[in-house]
């Protein structure tokens, strides 16, 4: 099992950026496709951003399509999410997801067949 642990959040104006990073530990991260989700107030929890195990195959929810990256330092053990042209509608929890299945199959998973979640940190966009 990995454990993760998000970091990076925090309050940012509109047209800002944030990073986001999330560590895991355990020395099977390299063999996890990794996620990012979102959770508004009132919402369910969304896809953001999957990647696969060696980076070579993305995958981006149409919202966040061309203002979010994904990327992954498996040495690191860590994967980032950054976010650039922030909108007040992006904030959320935010929340690193790790699963042994594809990455593009991630969006359309049932939350519950994800494999292990962080506990996610807090993205403030100002307007």
């Known amino acids: 099992q990995v454990q993760l642990v998000e970091s990076g959040g925090g309050l940012v104006q509109a047209g800002g950026s944030l990073r986001l990073s999330c560590a895991a530990s355990g020395r099977v991260f390299r063999y996890y496709a990794m996620g990012w989700f979102r959770q508004a107030p009132g919402k369910e929890r969304e896809f953001v951003a999957a990647i696969n195990w060696n980076g070579g195959s993305t995958a981006y929810a149409d919202s966040v399509k061309g203002r979010f990256t994904i990327s992954r330092d498996n040495a690191k053990n860590t994967v980032y999410l950054q976010m650039n042209t922030l909108k007040p509608e992006d904030t959320a929890v935010y929340y690193c997801?790790?699963?042994?299945?594809?990455?593009?199959?991630?969006?359309?998973?049932?939350?519950?067949?994800?494999?292990?979640w962080g506990q996610g940190t807090q993205v403030t966009v100002s307007s």
């Open positions: 997801a790790a699963n042994s299945g594809p990455a593009q199959a991630m969006g359309d998973m049932p939350r519950s067949g994800i494999d292990a």
